[in-house]
């Protein structure tokens, strides 16, 4: 009989439901006070084991079938703008994302979607992207759901990024959980702090927990891309550098 990766001890588990709180993928639920996790939505994160105080939930890396990510390159992140403008918690994700790809030895990405945006390529190119993609349509003018989700999507299946950041906004949390879900990646949210594992290249994912209590690190090693969304106003803006080149790659799309 095949082990599976995540257990939950029925001895220990006394349904508290911190597990379910911690679960960024909604895949615990508690039936009888005991904890039950839905394997078809559960990531691996590893949140729900260091939510539980008693210890009820076992995560064996060793049962997970490992996973060839070597295809996943760079580090991306989304380019908020809105009526035009480029949202400074975008400069934010630059700043950091530099900071990523650099440790990665990977190239940083902006991903622009809207209307008549192609002017504000130049300011992610300043700011340090070394690829810029745009997708320019008359229905990305303003944020929707679903067009916003599905140009990005399809952007992630084609081109496979390694980390993929945005910022923690209505809008950003609104479209990453959407496409995390599609795409089958891992999502932390409200990241305070990013960071790589030296050993593993892992992105290590810091957000408050319990209230901002305690500060959890998240690790999704087995899927990519590695998303978060990242609070505004904590990481410090990219610079401005004028003469940095970037290359831009323009989409269309059908949908």
């Known amino acids: 009989m095949t082990k599976e990766p995540i257990t939950v001890i029925a001895e220990k588990c006394v349904g508290c439901k911190l597990c379910i709180k911690a679960c960024p993928f909604g895949a615990i639920e508690v039936k009888d006070k005991l904890a039950v996790i839905d394997l078809a939505k559960c990531t691996l994160c590893g949140a729900c084991v260091e939510a539980c105080k008693f210890g009820a939930i076992e995560l064996d890396k060793k049962a997970v079938p490992a996973r060839d990510l070597s295809a996943y390159r760079n580090v991306w992140i989304f380019a908020e703008q809105r009526e035009g ?52 349509r008359p229905e990305l003018a303003y944020f929707q759901d679903e067009p916003y989700a599905a140009a990005l999507i399809e952007l992630i299946k084609r081109h496979k990024p390694c980390v993929m950041l945005c910022g923690a906004t209505t809008i950003g949390r609104s479209l990453v959980s959407r496409v995390a879900v599609t795409v089958k990646a891992g999502l932390t949210a409200d990241c305070t702090g990013l960071a790589i594992d030296p050993e593993t290249k892992n992105l290590l994912q810091t957000r408050p927990a319990f209230g901002g209590n305690i500060m959890a690190t998240i690790i999704t090693p087995n899927h990519r891309p590695q998303m978060a969304t990242v609070r505004h106003k904590v990481m410090k803006e990219a610079e401005i550098h004028k003469s940095h080149k970037a290359e831009v790659v323009r989409k269309k799309y059908s949908g």
């Open 85 to 136: 403008k480029i949202q400074s918690i975008t400069y934010e994700l630059l700043g950091e994302g530099r900071k990523l790809a650099d440790q990665l030895k990977m190239q940083l990405a902006a991903v622009l979607l809207g209307h008549n945006v192609q002017e504000k390529v130049s300011e992610l190119t300043a700011r340090g992207a070394d690829i810029v993609y745009v997708a320019d």
